[in-house]
Every structure is written in C-alpha cells, then in structure tokens.
C-alpha cells in the first residue's frame, strides 16, 4: 500500500503556536451563561441559541443545569 | 540496625534466595538476598530493577500542557496521582490558581484513590500474606494458635477468633477478600465521579476540572462513600487484631522489615483557602495541606517546609546504569527565593541511560536511581522510605499537630479520625497512634488507617463542596496563558507515598520533566555514599520466622517486608531457589488462578 509522506513528526508538539487555545485567558468571559461571579445560568446548558433557555417568566429563578 | 557487612557464600550455611520479578503493574523489581539459615537470618539484600521507562527522556520539547495526561500513564493504578501532580506542578509554572470548586473536586477524587488503592493492596494481596492458607503452611505453630486466639474486638467485625479473620483473608473464597473486591470497585466508581475516568483522569486539567459540578454529582458519590464506610470500620477492627495476634504469637516480630524511621511525606489535599500555587508562599500553604508534609528522623519532624523538602532533594547514583550528568546543563540555578539549586536536584537533572549488564557483587544493578534526602543538620544524605506511603502521611501529620477538621485531627502523638454514623454501623471515633517502630507490622497497620482517614476527609470536601454549589457557584476552572519560559513543582502523596514533579519550560515547551514517584525513594539500590535503599535496608539483618527450611522455603516474612512498603501491586512472585529449581507462588487476583 502507498501512503504519503508523513507532514509531522511523530514528536512534534501537540499545540502550534498562534493556535487559539482553550484555556486562554478571556474564554471563561466568552461562554455563555457563565457569570463574572462563578455562578451560572441556565443558559450555560448549550452554545446553541442560549439565551433560549432562560426561564420563560423573569421572576422565576434562572438556574444552572443539572 | 542491619549489618552491612559483605559475606561470601563460601561460608556454607549462606544461600542465594531470590525473587525476581516482584512485580509492580509492569514486573519490574527483584530482590537478591543471601540468607544464612542456620541463624535465621537475611544477611545481605540488593533490590534491583530491570526495567527502563524514559519519561524524563522523551517528555522534553513536548507541550507542557499534555504533561499531565502523559505522565499519568506511568503507573496503572495511580496515574490520577500523576496527573494531579502534574497538573499542580503546571499551575506553579502557569501561575494559575484553580477555584475552590475545583480543588475540592480533585480532592475528592484524590480521596477516592486513596479507599479504592489502599483497600484493594490491603486486603486483596498483602493479606494473602496473612491468609490461613500461607500461614498454616509457612508458621503451623502460629496457625494453631491462631485458631484459638479470641478476637478482642469480635463485636466490632463479627469474627470469633483470630483464626476466623485470617480464613476470611483466603484469596478468592474468603469472605473478607472479596468484598473488599466490591468496595475497591465502589472506589473506583467515586473516583470516576470526579475525575472523569479510572487510572487516567479525562476531567483534571491544570487550572481546574472539567467535572460538572451538581448536586447529583456529589450525593452519588456520598452514597458510595457511606457504603464504603461501612467496610472500613470493620476492617480496621480486624487489622489491628490480626496484627497484635502477630505481635504476641512470634516475639521479635517487630524486627521484620524494620529500619531506622527515615519518613518523607510530600503532603496531599490542598486547602484552597490558602493554596495558591505559588512559589514564594509554598512554606504556607504546604503547612495548609489537609495531609502535613514532613521528613521524619529518629521520630522527630526535622522539618514540615515544601520549599526545605524541595531543596533537599538529590538524586544520587552508584549502581544506577546511568552516566552522570555532572557536565550537563543547569536548567535552575537559584530558586524563585533565591536559594541555590543543586545539580543533582530534579530540576537539573540530565537522564542519560548506560544500558549494561548486572552485577549485583559491587557494580551497577538497577535502573532505578537513588533518590536521598540531604539533611542540612548533620550533612547526610537520608535514604527516606514512604513507609508505603500511610506511615508517613500519618506520622507527619501526627507530629506537625496542624490538620484540625471536624473529622480529622491531629494531636502531636497521633491522629483521631470521627466517622458517622452509616447504615449498618454506629459512629465510631478511631485513633492512630505513633508507633514504636518502622517496620512492616506497622506499614500495614497505617494503611488501614489511612483508608479511614481519607474518607474522614472526603466528607469534610463533600461538606465544603456542598457550601459552594448552594451558593450558586458552579466554577471549576480557571484560564490561563502558557508562558514561553517558566518553573514549576508539584508536590503530591501517590497512594504508595511521595511524589514530585518537576518542570522546566522554555519557549513554550518542556525543556526539563522529571517525576519522582514513591518507588523510586524505597526501591533504590546503594548509592554512591554506600547507603543501601530502603527495601535493602529493612530486609538486611532482619530474621526469619518461617518454620519451613531452605526446601520448603517460601520467604514470608521477606515477602512481608517488601510488600509492607507497597511497592505498587506486587500480583506474581516467581522464587528462584538457586541450583535450578524454581517455586512459582501467583498472587494475581485479576488473571485467575494461573495469573
């Protein structure tokens, strides 16, 4: 069988510099439904339209998942 | 003290007993003694290693961020501990501290290591050390009084005498063996709660976890821990009644596996009311760990700061099948508070393998190197043991009088450990007190205790997670940036006993890593001071209470000896007899009988 010359090492380092990583500072800020505080919303339960997730009635209490 | 002194087997009583591989989780450690079996007693020891792992080696130029999850891999059935090592050794370099949530998370899960490991070691292959099978064959004389020895505590476990506990230890039928199987896989589950998965943890990162924190997550893991609790009461009844047994049934037992009490303990659970991994402040929140790290000589705490600890760290040779790294580079010449860095400190050492063959008649025999301890006190180079890893922490932790929970707490002579109520056992306050000796009796003994211990613990995490997450915080982790050049430690208690972690970053990436685990400190062979390791130390001149001679010979109370320092599972010993005849005794509870 004939493969293609391999483009990395076996070696090389997992992270490429200029990459976005995930534990980059200012990623906690970006997610959704996480607040500054370290509680959390319901709308932490998905990326995907969040804020859809909020209670229906404001007075209810937003809560986090689980 | 043993003797040291070089004897010929010319001598005619002397004969070459060997065990080779004792195994841990890749067999890899043996034990040569000669043994003069007319005085009953084991004149020389050489613990030796025949393996060659490298990860000093090849961990250089990788992403300091995959640390964790490859040095987990170093062991099978304490890679969590590596992991958080690595992780708290990464945070120091990274400058990053995790939220409390999180702490309390790892340290569960930590706890939870703790249970699993020490009950399944204990009871499900040390105690086959102790069974009524090895002992009615290797001490009939003990067996016959075991069976008629009451139990002084019989209302606690439910054994009569002590012949009944030590029928329960029988491996595979014995009642005790297995639920200890059944807890031991309960510890697992409480472990994979909080750390994702069992040995290699998915969820434990540097800067936190990636658990999500919920009520569920922590009642299901209370729910087994009182399960759990249940067991550990009864067990520690019964461990200390078998062990008294041997106390009284063989006078001088006591000098089995005894050494000089040489103690290291490198601290575990880390208070995140105080912990903020940083250098400068280690001497703090070391102290503030809910285990006190400590070196305990001649009995006394010669000193409880991670920065002296660190700083006394070397790593010798002498029969090592290494190069010395004398001419290589110094990656850390001064610490962040600026003290010097030896070179023969992890932090610059150079890992330069010299394949060759073994001479055990004063050449090289190990791939283990020597790691010591030097005291600053008398200019020694301190061969510590972890005394398998309880003794220490709770000698450390005794002596420092710090750890102060509603659970859990030292006193200056010993630790009190309070355990609730369960379902099937009333509340019951143990103490463990310092003992008169460093010897295998008592590294057993500790083990247990410290099963009792970290779960004492686990409820004081469990209580204080609790108090986060009804707060409405649900924080696991923090962010953080990698810097291009940076330092760091990490210092941790694998279930076995110390373990460090030193790392060294440059342009982003992992210039110098080095792990020292517990086995490392006991397994090492005589360095190039002269001074034998820890195994050879404590097996050298101890006697021998085996009624059987040279043919029928199973060396129990060497067995004994060695495996009281739990040198990771030891599940297979081949005995080699000399002059070609070879016993094969299989201790493998996971493979069957013919493991």
């Known amino acids: 069988m004939k493969v293609g010359k391999p483009d990395v090492k076996p070696d090389a380092p997992s992270h490429v510099k200029g990459i976005k990583a995930g534990n980059s500072k200012g990623n906690y800020e970006r997610q959704s439904g996480h607040n500054p505080d370290g509680t959390s919303t319901a709308a932490r339960s998905t990326g995907v339209n969040p804020k859809a997730h909020d209670p229906i009635d404001p007075s209810m209490p937003n809560l986090s998942p689980g | ?595």
């Open chain 2, 1 to 595: 003290m043993a003797v040291r002194e070089r004897v010929t087997p010319e001598a005619g009583k002397l004969v070459d007993m060997s065990w080779d591989p004792i195994t841990r989780i890749v067999g890899n450690l043996g034990i040569y003694t000669k043994i003069d079996f007319d005085n009953r007693e084991v004149v020389t020891c050489k613990s030796t290693s025949s393996l060659f792992r490298g990860y000093s080696v090849f961990m250089k130029g990788k992403d300091p961020r995959d640390a964790h999850f490859i040095t987990s891999r170093i062991c099978g059935i304490c890679g969590d501990n590596h992991a958080v090592c690595s992780c708290y050794a990464q945070q120091m370099a990274y400058g990053v501290k995790p939220p409390p949530l999180g702490e309390w998370i790892v340290n569960l899960g930590e706890a939870a290591e703790y249970i699993f490991d020490h009950i399944i070691f204990q009871d499900n292959l040390v105690f086959v050390d102790f069974c009524e099978e090895m002992v009615r064959a290797t001490n009939p004389s003990v067996w016959a009084k075991a069976e008629k020895a009451d139990a002084p505590h019989a209302e606690l476990h439910g054994y009569r005498t002590i012949g009944d506990i030590m029928r329960s230890y029988n491996p595979f039928t014995g009642e005790t063996y297995k639920e200890a199987l059944h807890m031991s896989r309960i510890g697992r589950e409480m472990i994979c709660l909080m750390e994702g998965r069992h040995v290699h943890p998915s969820t434990v990162y540097p800067g936190g976890v990636g658990t999500v924190a919920t009520p569920t997550l922590f009642t299901d893991y209370l729910s087994r821990l009182l399960r759990c609790l249940d067991f550990i009461k009864k067990a520690v009844a019964m461990n200390d009644d078998v062990f008294d047994f041997f106390y009284e049934a063989m006078p001088g037992y006591e000098e089995v596996g005894r050494r000089r009490i040489l103690l290291g303990c490198w601290g575990a659970f880390n208070n995140p009311d105080h912990v903020d991994y940083d250098y400068l402040n280690m001497e703090h929140w070391g102290n503030e760990m809910f285990v006190t790290p400590g070196v305990v000589v001649d009995g006394e705490l010669v000193t409880q700061n991670l920065v002296d600890i660190n700083l006394g760290i070397r790593i010798l040779l002498g029969s090592s099948y290494y190069e010395d790294w004398a001419n290589e580079e110094t990656f850390v010449a001064q610490d962040p508070l600026g003290n010097p860095v030896d070179k023969r400190h992890p932090w610059n050492q150079t890992t330069l393998p010299k394949p060759q063959k073994r001479d055990l008649d004063g050449g090289n025999y190990s791939w283990v190197m020597s790691p010591r301890w030097y005291d600053q006190r008398t200019g020694d180079y301190l061969a510590l043991d972890t005394g398998g890893g309880a003794l220490a922490r709770l000698w450390a932790t005794a002596l420092a009088n710090k750890v102060d929970t509603p659970y859990v707490k030292a006193t200056g002579q010993s630790v009190q450990i309070s355990l609730p109520k369960t379902p099937n056992t009333p509340e019951q306050t143990l103490e463990w007190r310092i003992p008169q000796w460093s010897n295998a009796i008592e590294r057993d003994r500790a083990r247990i205790y410290f099963v009792a211990y970290s779960a004492a613990m686990a409820l004081y995490f469990l209580d204080r997670a609790f108090t986060e997450l009804r707060n409405g915080v649900t924080k696991v982790f923090e962010d953080f940036d990698v810097p291009d050049e940076a330092i760091g430690c990490g210092f941790h208690e694998a279930v076995r006993g110390v373990l460090s972690h030193h790392l060294v970053i440059r342009d982003g990436k992992i210039a110098n890593y080095h792990p020292y685990p517990p086995t490392p400190w006991n397994g090492s062979p005589t360095d190039s001071y002269g001074t034998p390791g820890p195994y050879e130390d404590a097996v050298m001149g101890q006697p021998i209470f085996e009624e059987a001679g040279p043919d029928e010979f199973r060396g129990i109370d060497i067995m004994r000896a060695v495996r009281s320092f739990d040198p990771c599972l030891p599940c297979g010993v081949h005995m080699y007899l000399g002059k070609g005849k070879t016993l094969k005794t299989v201790h493998s509870p996971m493979f069957g009988e013919h493991g």
